[in-house]
C-alpha cells in the first residue's frame, strides 16, 4: 500500500503565501506523476499542477500559472506546491495524488487525506 501525508494547508491573507508538502511512503518501487488537485465547496475537483516522473515537465490550471510552483524530491518520494499570490478563489481542500507502484500492484493512483487552505483578510 501506498499512503500520502500532506502537510502546509492553513489560514492566510490575500496576497500571501504558503507551501504545501506531501510525502509517500509504504512498499513504493516507483513513482511516476506526482499533482495536486483542489476542490472548492459546491464544485468539482480540478487539477493544479503536475509534475513528471524526472520533474522535467510541470503543467498547471490557467488560474495558477504565473503563481504556484509544482517541485518534487525524488529522493524524499515528497512533491511540493510553492503558492503565492494567494486569492480568495484559490480556497479550496488541496489534494496530493500520485501514480505509483509497489512491489504487488501496477501503476495506481493514490489520494492523500487533503489539506485546507483558506485565503481571507
Known amino acids: 500500500q501506498v499512503q500520502l501525508v500532506e502537510s502546509g494547508g492553513g489560514l492566510v491573507q490575500p496576497g500571501g503565501s504558503l507551501r504545501l508538502s506531501c510525502a509517500a511512503s509504504?512498499?513504493?518501487?516507483?513513482?511516476?506523476?506526482m499533482s495536486w488537485y483542489r476542490q472548492a465547496p459546491g464544485k468539482q475537483r480540478e487539477l493544479v499542477a503536475q509534475i513528471t516522473s524526472d520533474g522535467s515537465v510541470t503543467n498547471y490550471a490557467d488560474s495558477v500559472k504565473g503563481r504556484f510552483t509544482i517541485s518534487r524530491d525524488n529522493a524524499k518520494r515528497a512533491v511540493y506546491l510553492q503558492m503565492n499570490s494567494l486569492k480568495s478563489e484559490d480556497t479550496a481542500v488541496y489534494y496530493c495524488?500520485?501514480?505509483?507502484?509497489?512491489?504487488?500492484?501496477?501503476?495506481?493512483?493514490?489520494w492523500g487525506q487533503g489539506t485546507q487552505v483558506t485565503v481571507s483578510s
Open positions: 495524488n500520485v501514480v505509483a507502484r509497489t512491489s504487488s500492484t501496477i501503476f495506481r493512483n493514490y
Open positions: 509504504g512498499s513504493i518501487s516507483s513513482i511516476n506523476a
